[in-house]
């Protein structure tokens, strides 16, 4: 095999200016948003020394995404998406603007912070689905692999870098610049949105609120090929998530030295990053269901090891491994879901990725930390890993969709340079549906 057609495929940002712009935008937000991130939870645990407020900012986070997210995909199918994501995006700057405001001038209180990061999470429930449905828009559908790869590795750079470099400037100018830089940030995406082209819905567009809502989740319900790829992700996230799990396993494996605790997603992510650089091995498949299908096993195969391993060492690369398969597993998805999805529905299906994707998480960690309590940390993860596996197995056998060859739905591409794209017409279902 070349070594061109296994590292990181960058096609894409290369030849594709509008798709660069947005890549390079939502890098820097994002990079801003996790430092962001880390200067909330630094303020709120200053004022409370509480474990409790200190949890209260993920929920304050979740809640908006999973109780707008389908709505606000309704919207993004209804409207031209650029502007709407312009709206959503610029409510974003506005919210760290506030932050940055308070954290140089006047702290909130806990609750009023809590109530502002709740607010910023409302604009990106409604911008999350806008967003997701740009790539399969702008890129033509060989790419649209390559361009998801592209949009993971800057997530997972963001994740990196982000909170150590967030609790630097936290540590050393204040919560307030770091408010500040995500604010700075964000203009960077505002700008790439700005250039985006025109990207108004396909057909006559969703029917407005529940009704709209009710065709999203009817079309997810018939199209096997989507339901089988969301219900991987379920399994994957909800059956073995190991997050909450890592402190006790610190604690077994290393005696509790916090200094070691970050090692664990450490690990993850390290395995995450090489995967997306070596990308290129599996976004050229043509079966992107059963790489989603086999990354999904490994991940929880790679799961029941590390809970069963006794070498802490052994233990983190198995960890390795699972960040490696759950890139793979995130990229052959998306690129799943968004080839099969019609022009109209994509920010209602985007939604319920979103959606999918914020909570199976937090319930894994849930489910992780109640099974452990009733056991131990190594049955937790051994049994996870195990239904993790018989789940997806499960999928794999009742959903033959994804196990065929890819079938890409034609959908008309944004124009080059930035120009408006003309109106999509409504595409003919394809035999998947």
């Known amino acids: 095999m070349k070594l061109s057609t296994t590292l990181l495929d960058v096609t894409p940002l290369r030849s594709n200016a509008p798709f660069r712009r947005l890549w390079i935008g939502r890098t820097l937000s994002g990079l801003g948003g996790q430092m ?23 929920l304050a986070q979740a809640l908006p995404l999973v109780a707008l997210g389908l709505f606000a995909g309704a919207v993004v199918d209804r409207v031209d998406r650029r502007r709407f994501s312009l709206l959503m995006t610029a409510g974003q700057v506005v919210c ?15 609750a009023g912070l809590l109530v502002l990061v709740a607010v910023q999470s409302c604009f990106v429930a409604g911008n999350g689905p806008a967003t997701r449905s740009f790539l399969p828009l702008l890129l033509p559908p060989h790419q649209l692999a390559a361009g998801l790869a592209l949009s993971r590795i800057a997530f997972q750079g963001a994740l990196l870098l982000g909170p150590a470099l967030g609790g630097v400037v936290a540590g050393t100018l204040g919560v307030g610049a770091c408010y500040a830089i995500d604010a700075l940030t964000f203009t960077a995406a505002l700008y790439a949105v700005f250039r985006l082209p025109r990207m108004e819905p396909g057909g006559a567009g969703a029917r407005p609120g529940v009704r709209g809502v009710l065709d999203g989740l009817a079309f997810l319900a018939r199209t096997p090929v989507i ?40 690990a993850v992510a390290v395995g995450g990053v090489a995967a997306s650089l070596l990308s290129g091995t599996f976004t050229r498949l043509p079966r992107p269901g059963v790489v989603m299908l086999v990354s999904s096993a490994v991940w929880g195969v790679s799961l029941a090891l590390f809970g069963a391993a006794s070498d802490p060492w052994a233990g983190l690369a198995f960890l390795a491994l699972a960040g490696a398969a759950d890139t793979v597993s995130v990229v052959a998805r998306g690129t799943v879901v968004q080839s099969h999805t019609p022009t109209e529905l994509l920010g209602r299906v985007a939604a319920a990725e979103q959606i999918v994707g914020q909570a199976g998480p937090d319930l894994g960690n849930l489910r992780a930390g109640l099974v452990a309590d ?26 033959p969709e994804l196990r065929g060859p890819q079938r890409v739905r034609p959908r008309p591409a944004a124009a080059p340079g930035g120009s408006p794209a003309p109106p999509a017409a409504k595409e003919a279902p394809t035999p998947l549906e």
Request: net charge negative; charged share 5%; proline share 7%.
């Open 96 to 110: 760290s603007l506030l932050l940055a405001l308070q954290g140089f001038l006047a702290p909130l209180p806990p």
């Open 36 to 58: 962001s991130l880390v200067a909330v939870m630094f303020q709120v645990w200053q004022e409370t020394q509480s474990p409790v407020w200190s949890g209260a900012v993920g």
């Open 227 to 266: 339901r089988g790829a969301l219900l991987t992700d379920l399994a994957a996230t909800l059956l073995a998530m190991p997050v909450s799990l890592f402190p006790l396993a610190n604690a077994e494996h290393f005696g509790g030295d916090p200094s070691t605790l970050g090692l664990f997603l450490t």
């Open 374 to 399: 009733a056991t131990s940390g190594a049955t937790a993860l051994v049994s996870g890993g195990l239904l993790c596996l018989g789940a997806v197995v499960a999928v794999g056998v009742t959903t």
